[in-house]
Structures are given as C-alpha cells and as structure tokens.
C-alpha cells in the first residue's frame, strides 16, 4: 500500500512539473508578417520567433512582450 501511495505521488509531481515548464513564443508568419503567440517552439520555416528569441512563462507575458516588439506592432 505504501508503494502505490509512494508512486502515485511520485507521478502526481512528476506530471505537475511537466505542466508548470510551459513556455510560450512570440513568432510571425514569414509569408504574412503577422505575429501571434504559440506553445511550442516553432519548428516550420514558415514562422519565425520574434523579440530575440525571448521565452515567456505564461500566456499574459507573452501578449505583453508581443506589444514591445516592433515587427509586431503594425
């Protein structure tokens, strides 16, 4: 019983700290030239990240780092 407490914890951390590394990107469309924010790192030629290359830790971080960026403000 202790073993299955012990690993169900152990998983429950795991799993929240996998959660809590979420970064976000400010990148633009190379084609369009339009910014907007993803949760991944672009991997495409087809978007580039913006605002040297700058990680942001949340959603909110990034749409105020999006406003600063001067590709981005149109």
């Known amino acids: 019983?202790?073993?299955l407490l012990i690993s169900a914890a152990a998983a429950a951390i795991m799993?929240?700290?996998a959660?809590?590394?979420t970064e976000f990107y400010v990148v633009?469309?190379?084609?369009?030239?339009k910014c907007?924010?993803?949760d991944k790192k672009p991997?495409?030629?087809?978007t580039v990240i913006v605002g040297d290359g700058k990680v942001f830790k949340t959603r909110t971080e990034?749409?105020?780092?999006?406003?600063?960026?001067k590709v981005c403000a149109h």
């Open 28 to 33: 633009q469309d190379t084609s369009t030239k």
């Open 43 to 46: 991997t495409a030629t087809t």
């Open 19 to 21: 959660y809590a590394q």
């Open 15 to 17: 799993t929240g700290a």
């Open 36 to 38: 907007t924010i993803v």
């Open 62 to 69: 990034a749409e105020t780092g999006m406003k600063t960026i």
């Open 1 to 3: 019983m202790k073993k």
